[in-house]
């Protein structure tokens, strides 16, 4: 079993930036691939990113050049740095970890982005 609990959302302008942090309880060293997701208003949750154990990371079409996806094995910590913001980036942002057959969630951190 593993908590996450995500931070670092806000209010921010379009153009800017913000880096989101996903904090686990236990070591995520074994966990091949843990990701990013959002949830927009109205909308289902999509995928924004993922960064496997070997660092090879996947995009969302969406983010692709303005997202960075990272993963700190030695703090049990995965980042999504955004940059050039726009509104339509506006949602919970959620991070998962799926392991031993399970796919655990935080409970999400809100980004804002006004325009």
């Known amino acids: 079993q593993v908590q996450l609990v995500e931070s670092g959302g806000g209010l921010v302008q379009a153009g800017g930036s913000l880096r989101l942090s996903c904090a686990a309880s236990?070591?995520?060293?074994?966990?091949?691939?843990m990701g990013w997701y959002r949830q927009a208003p109205g909308k289902q949750r999509e995928l924004v990113a993922t960064?496997?154990?070997?660092?090879?990371?996947n995009y969302a079409d969406s983010v692709k050049g303005r997202f960075t996806i990272s993963r700190d094995n030695a703090k049990n910590t995965v980042y999504l740095q955004m940059n050039s913001l726009k509104p339509e980036d506006t949602a919970v942002y959620y991070c998962?970890?799926?392991?031993?057959?399970?796919?655990?969630w935080g409970k999400g951190t809100l980004v804002t982005v006004s325009s």
């Open positions: 998962n970890a799926p392991t031993n057959g399970l796919s655990y």
């Open positions: 236990r070591s995520i060293f074994s966990i091949y691939a």
């Open positions: 960064i496997t154990s070997g660092g090879s990371t």
